[in-house]
Nanobody, 121 residues
Framework: QVQLEESGGGSVKTGGSLRLSCKLT????????VGWFRQVPGNKREGVAS???????RYADSVKGRFTISQDESITTVYLQMDSLKPDDTAMYYC???????????????WGQGIQVTVSS
């Protein structure tokens, strides 16, 4: 069984920073690819970043250079550091787990409840 719990969302002004956390509970941490996705109502879900011990990290072009995904040493928590935030980053952010290195939502099997990030101008 896989459980994911997101935290760290909120509201910031343009140029600000937030750090999202995804606390994982599962039996096989070292084989998991953990991704962050975001969705605005009416739009498709977008892959933001993913981390996979066997294949490294992936980022959407829209966040490269501004967002950083990382894991703690125990691999039980994945972070998304978001800097230089823009109003276009406003969305519900979801943490997800899959078993191959990917940034496509269809490759992820387990999803968190989501957490809101709002960036105002």
């Amino acid at each position: 069984q896989v459980q994911l719990e997101e935290s760290g969302g909120g509201s910031v002004k343009t140029g600000g920073s937030l750090r999202l956390s995804c606390k994982l509970t599962m039996s096989t941490y070292d084989r998991a690819c953990v991704g962050w996705f975001r969705q605005v109502p009416g739009n498709k879900r977008e892959g933001v970043a993913s981390i996979y011990r066997m294949a490294g990290t992936r980022y959407a072009d829209s966040v490269k250079g501004r967002f950083t995904i990382s894991q703690d040493e125990s691999i039980t928590t994945v972070y998304l550091q978001m800097d230089s935030l823009k109003p276009d980053d406003t969305a519900m952010y979801y943490c997800a787990v899959g078993w191959i290195g990917s940034l496509h939502d269809y490759d992820f099997n387990h999803w968190g409840q989501g957490i809101q990030v709002t960036v105002s101008s």
